[in-house]
């Protein structure tokens, strides 16, 4: 019975390359968020996906960031030049339905550094 | 706009003693209020949410906490911390508006001492 899997856990890039994280969600679940979280803080929602389409991107920055969750596969965050404040835990979450009840499940996160 | 506060960076508790994590809200509509915690390095484990019906809800690991409608409250609580109930505790109410994404609080720390 698999949660959501993340991978990579540790992500080291320079400034200006390009970072890929994947987010397996649950078995059976369609939807999957995006959060990203600074040291010390909250989580922050980025993006939010069912296959194939991207439902709300409201908490992405306009440039360099995208995300896509297609029909086969895991979803991508696909940050392009990252920069040193990119730095951050980039979690994704997951569940069957998008209903205000619905618990999100969360993996366990990819950690960033940009040097 | 929906929003969460949580205003204590962090609770120092006694094992063994009670513990009380709090958090407030503000949403239109009926809230949808969940707990979570975050042990270092790892992601957030689901604790417990309110969704409706009884006010006091139960949760994984002896955790609880009580919906408060007029205080716009939902505050965590245990009746006899332990030291590996040592995390950071983060609210969370749903957003209403369609896509339901999360609104995370700050987090709270909790260091439950020996």
């Known amino acids: 019975n698999a949660g959501v899997m993340q991978n990579p856990r540790h992500l080291v890039r320079r400034r200006g390359q390009e970072a890929r994280l994947r987010c397996s969600p649950v078995k059976g679940h369609s939807h999957v968020y995006w959060y990203r979280q600074l040291p010390e803080e909250g989580l922050k929602f980025m993006v939010y996906?069912?296959?194939?389409?991207?439902?709300?991107e409201s908490g992405m920055p306009k440039e360099r960031f995208s995300a896509e969750f297609p029909k086969e596969g895991p979803s991508i965050l696909r940050i392009q030049q990252v920069v040193r404040g990119d730095s951050a835990a980039y979690f994704c979450?997951?569940?069957?339905?998008?209903?205000?009840?619905?618990?999100?499940?969360f993996g366990p996160g990819t950690r960033l550094l940009v040097l | 706009a929906q929003s969460v506060a949580q205003p204590e960076d962090q609770v120092n508790v006694a094992e063994g003693n009670p513990l009380t994590v709090k958090c407030t809200y503000s949403v239109s509509g009926n809230p949808y209020l969940f707990w979570y915690v975050q042990y270092p390095n790892r992601g957030l484990q689901f604790l417990l949410k309110?969704?409706?019906?009884?006010?006091l809800v139960k949760g994984s690991y002896g955790f609880e906490a009580e919906f408060n409608k007029s205080q716009t409250s939902f505050h965590l609580k245990k009746p006899s911390a332990l030291v590996s109930d040592s995390a950071l505790y983060f609210c969370a109410v749903r957003d209403g508006t369609g896509t339901y994404k999360y609104i995370f609080g700050t987090g709270t720390r909790l260091k439950v001492l020996a």
């Open positions: 996906l069912q296959k194939e389409n991207i439902i709300d």
């Open positions: 309110y969704i409706t019906g009884d006010n």
């Open positions: 979450a997951s569940s069957p339905e998008a209903q205000g009840g619905e618990t999100q499940y």
